[in-house]
C-alpha cells in the first residue's frame, strides 16, 4: 500500500525545471514590486537581477538536457 515511489532521472530533471521556472517568476514578481515602491535600493534590485539571470542559466541547461537531439 505504501510502497516508496521510485522517479527516475528524466522524471527528477523535470521536477527541478519546474521548481526553477516558479523561483524565476518569484524573483520576477519581487524585482517588479521593488521597481514600483518609491525606495527601491538599486543594489538589492541589481542582486535580485543577478539570481534572475542564474535561474535563467539554470532553465536552459535543464531544458537543453530534456530536450532530445534531433539531426535532421
Do not use: C, F, G, Y
Amino acid at each position: 500500500m505504501n510502497a516508496p515511489m521510485e522517479l527516475n532521472s528524466e522524471e527528477v530533471l523535470r521536477i527541478k525545471l519546474e521548481v526553477l521556472r516558479q523561483e524565476h517568476r518569484d524573483l520576477d514578481d519581487a524585482i517588479h514590486a521593488l521597481q514600483a515602491s518609491a525606495r527601491a535600493d538599486p543594489l538589492s534590485l541589481r542582486r535580485l537581477k543577478k539570481q534572475k539571470l542564474a535561474l535563467k542559466d539554470q532553465i536552459a541547461r535543464l531544458s537543453d538536457l530534456l530536450t532530445p537531439d534531433i539531426i535532421a
